[in-house]
């Protein structure tokens, strides 16, 4: 009888020695899962940084603007029949606005501060309607001298746009009436100037909403102070 009590009391110890095991190895498991996810996720922080700092700098959107002013005007000349299906064609779809405001709202949203901000929308306009210029001079293209003037008055006035731009990763009045702004001034100058609205144009209002109504940001006041509230703690 004895015999029998130690031996149910040895395997009551060896499956309870076994749960403890099986429990640390399903919170190991459960930590080196949990590290992973926060190694990929910082790893894909720092790549977003490094593509911001790369790519978003006053350098690369200057040259950035270069090339893309040679190639919008190449399409205005190569790729101007519309398309039957889509009732549009590539050179509508670069000749609008709408394609520009959007370009605008990512470069001015997406760099490090204002500053930035301002700086690279201003270079990559400027070194856009350069070549764009240049390239329809050299291919003895049709131009107004009116479309001129009204494009470099845009991207002399691009910078304070880009101001006003940083400013709806914020919460408030100011920020909702500028979103409002940015959509209701693209629907008036497409209707009066640019014959709209088309396809495309749904699509570009839509992703702007998405960008500016939906998406949320981290913005530096937000960071600051959740790094004061740490070293509070």
């Known amino acids: 009888m004895k015999r029998k009590l130690s031996d149910i009391s040895i395997n009551l110890v060896k499956s309870n020695s076994l749960c403890e095991q099986e429990k640390l190895f399903t919170k190991h498991c459960i930590w080196i899962l949990l590290n992973k996810i926060k190694l990929n996720s910082l790893i894909m922080k720092v790549s977003c940084l490094f593509l911001k700092d790369k790519i978003l700098n006053p350098i690369s959107m200057g040259i950035l603007g270069l090339i893309i002013g ?115 001034s693209y629907i008036l100058i497409d209707m009066i100037f640019f014959n709209g609205p088309r396809v495309y144009d749904i699509v570009i209002l839509l992703t ?14 937000y960071s600051l102070s959740k790094k004061s509230a740490i070293i509070n703690k």
């Open 70 to 184: 040679v190639v919008v005007k190449l399409i205005d000349i190569y790729f101007y029949v519309q398309n039957s299906i889509l009732g549009f064609s590539l050179s509508d779809l670069f000749s609008d606005i709408g394609i520009w405001i959007l370009f605008g709202v990512l470069i001015s949203i997406y760099s490090k501060n204002r500053k930035y901000a301002m700086i690279n929308i201003f270079l990559f306009n400027l070194g856009m309607l350069s070549t764009y210029y240049i390239t329809a001079h050299i291919t003895n293209s049709i131009y107004g001298l009116n479309f001129v003037k009204g494009w470099t008055v845009f991207a002399i006035f691009s910078p304070i746009m880009a101001y006003f731009v940083t400013l709806v990763k914020n919460n408030g009045i100011l920020p909702c009436i500028i979103k409002t702004g940015i959509i209701g």
């Open 208 to 221: 702007l909403s998405y960008l500016l109504f939906v998406k949320k940001y981290i913005t530096s006041n």
